[in-house]
């Protein structure tokens, strides 16, 4: 499936640099993430206003586990509170889904408290139509892939059309741009079939500074204006 029409564009945001920025100020690097949170918060905002049809954010990899401890503990309750943004998201008329490996898969070590509020957010803002922001956490593109690959072939033969229906998100739409901040020119283990044909838009700019100025360059290089 792919968003055809201009003005529904899909945006898919690598959100890197929070360390850093916390670090060139001296802060922890909780105070980057939650730095980064207030951040996707004013994106959302912002994409609510443009010609965004999806937004899908790079929340928390199947890698990130290892962090140390009081980090994964910091970013899980953030991750709380982004769901938990519900009234905003009904104002907006934007809707909360989830991609990520399964809470009953082997390997699941999602805390049943993050479970909740994923499930909430999603029911609570089901009925609105405008803007589709997508969380991806615990996601890994490759664990999807397998998992897909797997499910098509046990259904028939496999082809494009069966690893997609068998994908977290069968209905989400081809990437029109993705970006990633912090100046990492690199794609990591984040949507590798859904971004086929996607612009690329780098920043030197750490996740917390990207700001709606950042989103407008993204999106005119994904319109094909880009000045
Ligand atoms: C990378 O920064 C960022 C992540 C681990 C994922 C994104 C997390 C957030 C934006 C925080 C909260 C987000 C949500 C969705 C609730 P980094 O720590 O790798 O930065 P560095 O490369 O400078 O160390």
Redesign the pocket.
């Known amino acids: 499936m792919s968003s055809t029409n201009p003005q529904r564009l899909h945006v898919a945001c690598i959100?890197?640099?929070?360390?850093?920025?916390?670090?060139r100020r001296g802060l922890p690097?909780t105070e980057?993430?939650?730095a980064?949170?207030a951040?996707?918060a004013d994106i959302v905002r912002a994409s609510a206003d443009r010609p965004v049809g999806w937004l899908t954010?790079?929340?928390?990899?199947t890698e990130?586990w290892v962090?140390p401890r009081t980090?994964v503990r910091h970013?899980l309750s953030?991750?709380r509170?982004?769901f938990a943004r519900t009234e905003e998201m009904n104002s907006r008329n934007a809707r909360t889904r989830w991609i990520g490996r399964p809470f009953n898969e082997k390997g699941s070590r999602t805390p049943v408290y993050v479970q909740k509020a994923i499930a909430k957010a999603i029911s609570d803002t089901q009925d609105n139509t405008g803007l589709t922001v997508t969380?991806a956490?615990d996601y890994g593109s490759r664990a999807e892939l397998v998992r897909a690959a797997q499910r098509a072939m046990a259904a028939g033969p496999v082809s494009a059309a069966s690893i997609t229906q068998n994908l977290y998100d069968p209905t989400l739409p081809h990437v029109d741009v993705l970006v990633r901040t912090?100046g990492?020119a690199r794609i990591s283990n984040f949507l590798l079939w859904q971004i086929t044909g996607a612009r690329v838009f780098f920043t030197e700019r750490?996740?917390p500074d990207f700001d709606k100025n950042q989103l407008d360059e993204a999106l005119a290089l994904a319109s094909g204006h880009y000045a």
């Open positions: 959100m890197d640099g929070n360390g850093r920025w916390a670090s690097r980057g993430h939650t980064g949170e951040a996707l954010a790079f929340g928390f990899s990130n962090r980090e970013i953030l991750h509170r982004l969380i956490f912090s990492e750490t996740w």
